[in-house]
């Protein structure tokens, strides 16, 4: 079924100086679109207008690009055929692209409100006081020249967020989209532009990733940027967008740019024997299987409950969501498709460890290659890798801990040598909590792990990393 067409989007015009690349779902065969299958001239046509379009995108008056992120945020709609696009290409049940793109709107408008709540505005631009008194003002600049950002396809809201931050703070973008993503990309870009922001100041461009000879295309864009925004595992962004080999040495792409990756997830969580067991099941159960391909779900519980009962709270959980399983299309759908072959090499891995005797399906079956009910394990073994990794399945893994210090030391432990995501602490002592040192950019008290962090997203601070400061004295 081709009823979509797309193209690159450059300038607010759609280009095509390539060929076309069909996509198909891997969950629905029949359904597939054509977007563009950049060449070199897509991508210096990008590179140029984006350039052009640095200054006035500077220029403009901070409380002008936030009426054009609010504007935007009322303009914006999806349709039921915007809306299937997402589920067909994600395997997102609808019940959740509906959330998801709902919170588009939300990401346009209050990321220009806590820029103004942490720093302020004076001039029409990022400003404030350092010292209560003093005759001078810290002034944040935008980074000359253009953002190139590399987004995912698991988050129908990131072409927003990334948006939102870049027009927030007056720099043009160009992104690279994941193919299957070109069409929600477009529609909040397009948004944007018609709202008022600079033609150039927000462009998407796309390629065939599997052809080799287009890794070309991405050290293009890196080394015109000035600053890179990449999602994904560092082996992954390192081999595509960063390291080249050339003439028998290893070039760094990145050297002397401004860097912010998404790297890490393997969101967790500990559980205190203090804490409501139930109220505390309801959260994880929703952290880790509302949408579980998404970075921030919940992975891993670390479970200090001396009579086992957070776990059989949690085995009612998945008892529950397994009465909502089947086509992510219909509106009763709770758990959806995942990657086939991901889904195929957790499930049989989990039955050699169950073989091994080192690792408990406490719920959970495989139904087909793209569809489990939500698998529930426990395990022992502090070096498993569904303690420390981050499988995109409908997953929870469960280990038992004798005291809330030995759930951190495990926790931080399994965590390795990045910091996970997010890390959901279930307990009622505050002052246990704060004094802990937890390996994770995000703490969270008896909150979901879901929950996204605007300002601070594992860590980066956007505003800081992407203006320049600069100090204005002024006379009484």
């Known amino acids: 079924m081709d009823y979509l067409n797309l193209k690159n989007l450059i300038a607010g015009k759609e280009v095509e100086f390539g060929g076309k690349l069909r996509v198909s779902s891997e969950f629905y065969p029949n359904y597939s679109t054509q977007i563009s299958d950049s060449t070199i001239f897509d991508i210096k046509m990008a590179i140029s207008k984006a350039k052009t379009a640095a200054e006035k995108c500077n220029q403009m008056p901070f409380e002008e690009r936030r009426k054009i992120l609010q504007n935007a945020a009322k303009k914006i709609s999806f349709n039921s055929s915007d809306l299937e696009y997402i589920v067909r290409y994600t395997g997102m049940p609808i019940t959740q692209v509906k959330k998801q793109t709902g919170e588009v709107k939300a990401v346009l408008e209050i990321i220009p409100e806590l820029i103004e709540k942490r720093i302020g505005i004076k001039y029409g631009k ?23 950002a590399v987004t995912p396809a698991n988050d129908p809201r990131v072409t927003a967020f990334v948006s939102a931050w870049a027009v927030s703070l007056g720099i043009p973008v160009v992104f690279k989209t994941a193919s299957t993503d070109v069409l929600t990309a477009q529609k909040i870009i397009r948004a944007i532009l018609d709202c ?51 003439e028998g040495s290893n070039v760094d792409h ?24 139930k109220k505390a099941a309801e959260i994880i159960a929703e952290s880790a299987l509302d949408w579980p391909i998404a970075c921030n779900s919940m992975k891993t519980i670390f479970d200090t409950s001396t009579g086992h009962e957070l776990v059989e709270e949690l085995k009612e959980k998945f008892s ?4 909502y399983i089947g086509d992510p299309l ?9 990657n086939p072959r991901t889904n195929n090499h957790v499930y049989a891995r ?61 926790a931080n432990y399994s965590a390795g040598d990045t910091h996970r995501l997010a890390l959901s602490v279930f307990s009622d002592e505050e002052d246990k909590i704060l004094k802990s040192v937890l390996r994770a950019h995000h703490i969270k008290r008896a909150r979901h792990s879901t929950e996204l962090d605007l300002m601070f997203h594992e860590g980066n601070d956007y505003l800081h990393k992407l203006t320049i400061p600069q100090i204005h004295r002024v006379s009484f």
Not at 221 to 229: E, F, K, P
Not at 320 to 323: F, Q, R
Not at 330 to 338: I, L, M, Q
Request: net charge negative; charged share 30%; aromatic share 12%.
């Open 126 to 148: 990022i400003a404030r006081k350092p010292i209560d008194g003093e005759n001078f003002f810290k002034f944040l600049h935008p980074i000359d020249g253009f953002l190139y």
């Open 350 to 410: 989990i039955q050699d460890l169950e073989r091994l005797g080192i690792m408990t399906r406490l719920k959970g079956i495989k139904i087909e290659d793209k569809q489990t009910s939500p698998i529930l394990l426990q395990t022992d073994d502090v070096n498993s890798e569904f303690l420390n990794k981050e499988y995109g399945t409908y997953i929870l893994a469960v280990k038992h801990c004798a005291t809330f210090d030995d759930a951190v030391n495990d």
């Open 196 to 246: 008022g922001y600079p033609d150039a100041g927000l462009n998407q461009v796309c390629w065939d990733t599997k052809k080799i000879e287009k890794r070309r295309l991405n050290f293009d864009l890196v080394d015109s940027a000035t600053a890179i925004w990449a999602f994904g595992e560092d082996k992954t962004v390192d081999a595509q967008l960063r390291f080249e080999e050339s």
């Open 320 to 323: 529950e969501y397994e009465k």
């Open 330 to 338: 219909k509106e009763t759908t709770k758990v959806g498709y995942v």
């Open 254 to 277: 990145f050297a002397n740019k401004i860097i912010l990756r998404h790297a890490s997830g393997r969101s967790a969580g500990i559980y205190d024997d203090q804490y409501d067991n």
